[in-house]
C-alpha cells in the first residue's frame, strides 16, 4: 500500500477529492451540490471515460508480465492499467480470472491501490469503481484463500434469508478488503426454463417471492459491508434457451406475466436501495416491441426501470461484447444508443477506442447532448460517494490479512452450504452411509474445470472429505462425455467398491450410460447433481439422489458430510422437476426434499 505521504501527494493536486473530503456525514443535498460542481469542472472528455468500466490484463497497474502488455495493446492499445487510464479516464475497471487480474489477495489489493493511484494522480483524477462477478457458486473471479458460499440456487434450497445476508455481508468485507466496491451480484433473475443454458443455478430459484426475498437479503449484506450491489439481468433472464453472450434471446412473456414473475425480485432490490441494475441483451416484446435488446431499449429502462419502477440509480449494461448486444448494431452505435435508452455505466466494449470515440462524437454531433452525460457521470459519482471512495481509495495488506479467508469465515460458509443440501431420492434409507458397512468408496464422474479458483477437481474433492470422514475413497474421473472405455474401466473398478458415489453435470447420454451401468453392478450407488438438480429426472434407477448445485469445494464438502451423516440433508427444491416422460408433469415440486427421519 503506498504510504500516507504518497497518497497525500496522490490527492493533493485532485479537486475532486479536497471538494469531499469530510462529508461522509453531510446531508444528500449538500453532498450532491458538491458533486454537481465537481461534474461541472469536468472535461467532456472526462466525462465519457467516467462512463465506461474497462477489462485490462495483468496483475499489476504498471508492470503486468510481457503477455499481458501483449494483450493490452492488441485489444486496448496501451501497455499497462495505469496507460489506460490516463488515456481514456475510465469510471471502472472489471476484474476477470482469465485477464490475470486475480492471482491471490494481497495481489489483487496492490492492483487496486495501483489503479486508485494512477487515476488519482491525473489532473482532477477521481477514484476508480473497480468490480468483479463474485456471483459465487459456478460465477466467481475471486478464488480461494478467499471465502466461497454456495451458489444462489444452493442459497435457495437453504431458503434463509439471514443465510444470504451474511453471505453478503462477509463477501463484501472481503471483496471490499482487496478494492473491489462493485460487486455483480445477485442475480435476480427468476429461473422458470431448465434448459436456459446462461442462468440455471446462478439464479435462487423459481418462485418469485422467495427469489425476492433472497435478493433483498443480500443486497443489504454487501451494501452494509460497503460494497455496491447489482441486481441482474434486467427485466429478467430466466426464462431462455439462448445464452446470451452467443445469441439474442426472445423473453415471450406477456407484460401481466412480467408482472408477477420477472419483476418482484427487482423491485426489492429497489426498495432496499441497491446501488446499481445490471441490464439484459434480451428480446422482450411484450415491454418493447421494436426488437431492440433491453440494454439498447428507451421503454425498458426509462419508460419501466426509471419511470415506473421510480429507480434512479446506477444502470450498467451487461458486457458489450456479448452477442445479444452487438445483433442488430455495430460496435460504434451500441454505446450511444444505451445512454440513449438511459444506461450509466458501459461494460467492457469489444474496442473501447471504438466505443469512447463514438460516445465522444455523438456528443459533439448533438445525438447526445452534455447534459444527458452529466445525468449519469452524477449517479456513478453518487455511487462512488456512497461507498467512501473519496475518502478511502486505498486498501492496506493488513486488512487484507485480518479480513480475507479468515477461518471465522470459511466456518460459516462451511455451516451455510450444509443447509444447502437436497435430498431427493433415497431408497432403503441407503443415507447415511456406515464405514462400517460401506468403507471403501469409488467416486466417479464429471470433472468440469473449477469454476472460482477452488482446489478441484469435483471427483478428488469429493474423496478427500469422504476419506477425512472416515472412509478410504479413491477418485476416478470419467468426465462429462465418458467413452465406452471409460465406462468400463469405472464399472471393473466398482467391483472393488462397497458404494459408489458418481457426480452428475447436466446429465448427458454418455454420463447416463455409465451410471446406470454401475447401478447395474448392484453396488450402492450415490448420484449427486453437481450443477442442475434437473438431473434426477433422467435417472429413474438411481436409488440414491442429491442435488448440490455446484461443483465448488465448499458444496462438496458438504455433500460429503450428508453422506456420512455428519450433516442432516435439510435443503429443499427451489425449482420444480419435471418429468423426463412427460415435461408437462412435475416429478418433484418446488419446497421437495427428504430428510433422514424419514
Not at 80 to 100: K, L, S
Not at 425 to 433: Q, S
Not at 549 to 575: C, H
Request: with cysteine; hydrophobic share 40%.
Amino acid at each position: 500500500m503506498p504510504s500516507r505521504r504518497t497518497v497525500l501527494a496522490a490527492t493533493a493536486g485532485t479537486a475532486a477529492s479536497l471538494a469531499l473530503s469530510g462529508t461522509a456525514h453531510a446531508d444528500d443535498h449538500k453532498r450532491d451540490s458538491r458533486l454537481r460542481s465537481l461534474v461541472s469542472r469536468m472535461t467532456l472528455e472526462e466525462k465519457v471515460g467516467q462512463l465506461f468500466v474497462m477489462r485490462v490484463y495483468g496483475h499489476s497497474a504498471t508492470a503486468p508480465d510481457q503477455a499481458d502488455i501483449d494483450a493490452n495493446l492488441k485489444e486496448i492499445g496501451v501497455r499497462t492499467a495505469a496507460e489506460m487510464i490516463a488515456r481514456y479516464r475510465v469510471g471502472g475497471i472489471i476484474y476477470f480470472t482469465w485477464a490475470h487480474n486475480t492471482r491471490d489477495p494481497h495481489q489483487i489489493a496492490d492492483l487496486s491501490n495501483g489503479i486508485q493511484q494512477a487515476s488519482l494522480r491525473q489532473p482532477r483524477g477521481l477514484p476508480v469503481l473497480i468490480s468483479t462477478d463474485q456471483e459465487h457458486g459456478i460465477v466467481c473471479r475471486v478464488g480461494e484463500p478467499a471465502t466461497l458460499f454456495p451458489g444462489a440456487m444452493a442459497m435457495g434450497a437453504g431458503g434463509s434469508r439471514r443465510d444470504a445476508r451474511t453471505l453478503g455481508r462477509i463477501a463484501g468485507q472481503e471483496l471490499r478488503a482487496i478494492g473491489i466496491r462493485q460487486n455483480y451480484s445477485p442475480v435476480a433473475d427468476v429461473n422458470v426454463n431448465p434448459a436456459n443454458p446462461v442462468i440455471g443455478v446462478r439464479s435462487f430459484g423459481a418462485d418469485p417471492q422467495a427469489v425476492a426475498g433472497l435478493v433483498a437479503a443480500e443486497v443489504a449484506g454487501y451494501q452494509g459491508a460497503g460494497v455496491a450491489a447489482t441486481a441482474k439481468h434486467f427485466p429478467g433472464h430466466g426464462d431462455t434457451a439462448v445464452d446470451s453472450h452467443y445469441g439474442f434471446p426472445v423473453i415471450t412473456h406477456s407484460r401481466e406475466l412480467w408482472e408477477k414473475l420477472d419483476a418482484v425480485p427487482f423491485r426489492a432490490a429497489i426498495r432496499t436501495g441497491i446501488d446499481s441494475i445490471m441490464t439484459a441483451h434480451i428480446q422482450f416484446p411484450a415491454l418493447d416491441p421494436s426488437g431492440d435488446p433491453a440494454t439498447l431499449s428507451h421503454p425498458i429502462l426509462t419508460g419501466i426501470l426509471r419511470g415506473e419502477l421510480g429507480y434512479d440509480g446506477v444502470v450498467v449494461t451487461d458486457s458489450l461484447g456479448m452477442e445479444g448486444v452487438r445483433t442488430k448494431y455495430g460496435d460504434d452505435r451500441v454505446p450511444v444508443l444505451a445512454l440513449k435508452a438511459g444506461v450509466d455505466q458501459l461494460l467492457n466494449p469489444p474496442s473501447l477506442d471504438v466505443a469512447w470515440n463514438a460516445v465522444l462524437r455523438a456528443v459533439r454531433d448533438g445525438e447526445l447532448t452534455e447534459a444527458r452525460l452529466d445525468e449519469s457521470v452524477l449517479r456513478i459519482l453518487r455511487l462512488k460517494a456512497r461507498r467512501r471512495l473519496f475518502e478511502e481509495p486505498y486498501v492496506s495488506q493488513g486488512g487484507v490479512t485480518r479480513t480475507v479467508g479468515t477461518p471465522a469465515h470459511l466456518a460459516v460458509a462451511d455451516r451455510i452450504a450444509e443447509r444447502t443440501t437436497t435430498l431427493l431420492v433415497n431408497e432403503e434409507r441407503l443415507l447415511p452411509l456406515s464405514r462400517r458397512t460401506h468403507r471403501r468408496l469409488l467416486v466417479v464422474g464429471a470433472d468440469p474445470a473449477s469454476p472460482s479458483g477452488t482446489t478441484g477437481p469435483p471427483t478428488g474433492v469429493l474423496a478427500a472429505a469422504l476419506t477425512e470422514l472416515g472412509f478410504t475413497a479413491t477418485a476416478l474421473s470419467t468426465g462429462t462425455a465418458p467413452t465406452a472405455a471409460v465406462v468400463d474401466r469405472a464399472v471393473a473398478a466398482a467391483q472393488d467398491a462397497d458404494a459408489v458415489i458418481v457426480g452428475t453435470y447436466n446429465i448427458t447420454v454418455a454420463q447416463k450410460t455409465l451410471v446406470e451401468r454401475l447401478v447395474a453392478t448392484g453396488r450402492p450407488v450415490v448420484a449427486i447433481a453437481i450443477r442442475n438438480p434437473y438431473d434426477v429426472a433422467q435417472l429413474p434407477t438411481v436409488p440414491v439422489y442429491l442435488a448440490a448445485y455446484s461443483w465448488t469445494d465448499v458444496e462438496l464438502r458438504a455433500a460429503a458430510r450428508v453422506i456420512a451423516g455428519k450433516a442432516a440433508p435439510r435443503g429443499r427444491l427451489p425449482v420444480p422437476v419435471q418429468r423426463a416422460d412427460d415435461p408437462a408433469r412435475v416429478l418433484y415440486p418446488v419446497g421437495y426434499g427428504l430428510s433422514y427421519g424419514r
